[in-house]
């Protein structure tokens, strides 16, 4: 079996201070274009201090007022974390999010974004990330894919996306926000998931039907190429999953939260960024052009009205995406 991580020298010890400097400084430049006297707030979990560390680094080497806020791990991708988390994030400038768990789906996220910051979330993040693959990438140039796809989706009623390898689902979108996470947060109130580069828009509630093929990965589980995950779509929720270990883990996952909405068909998303990285971590999947997937339980974050106690994304290859009936994008190629 091949080694999944492109660049393996990074691995298994710690990537330097030095190694990891180039891309916190692009976050903070090309990125969220942080200026001197902003406050900077940087939340993390335990697991995630060095990440931290750097980016406060970066910060303070931009001009930035860095601070460091520090919680155990959640457990859950969308949990919310605890209240003074929350309020810092509230009242920054510009934030960001190295977790292992993701936070775009809680209230620290949306409550600094509500407030006028501007920031990115990146849960999942390796050290790695900030030295090679998706940071590498041309983020001004997944902006203008990621908009020449939104000006039509924002104008659009359904939404379709399918896979050579058996995803067929479908929705309608009327009136939902489409979500511009491409990477460019400099305007008050915009995020971003680094190195992740995506298009999102949730679909209208109880209006998904079909069927999705996962054949990346299952947030929260790990790689899925050789173990397909198959999850059935009902008026908007998530019936059956089969397949093998990864289907089991997301479906005892699911159902451990004993909560209805933890299968709510949340989201549709495509990935703009040519540079990231395939199978070697969570965000760079998400963002990889090419990649397409869909998000389960929560979507009060991206415009919907479930809040749910999860938000898990289950990602696939070769997506096209079709929107009120025109293909749009196949295969990562843009075809308007």
Known sequence: MSWPIQHFHYMPAPS????????????????????PGENVVIACDTNKLRLAEVLAAAAYAVGGMPTIVAFPPTGAHGAQVPKPVVGACARSDVFFLPTTWSMTHTDARIEATRNGARGATMCEVTEDCLCAGGILGDYEE???LGRAIGAVLAKASTIRMTSPAGTDLRARVSNRPVQYETGIFREPGSFA???DSELNISPIEGTTEGVIVGNVRVMGYGVIRDEPVTIEVKDGMVGAISGGKAARYLEQTLSSFD??????LAEFAVGLNPKCRSYATNLEDLGK????????GSNYAIGGNVKAPCHIDVIYTDASLEIDGRLVLERGNLLI
């Open 259 to 264: 909560d209805p909405s933890a299968r709510n």
């Open 193 to 195: 998931a680094l190195p």
């Open 16 to 35: 330097s201070f030095i190694e990891m400097m180039p891309g916190a400084m692009k976050t903070m430049t090309q990125c969220a274009a942080v200026k």
């Open 289 to 296: 052009l090419g990649f397409g997937h869909h998000g389960i």
């Open 142 to 144: 997944a902006d203008r």
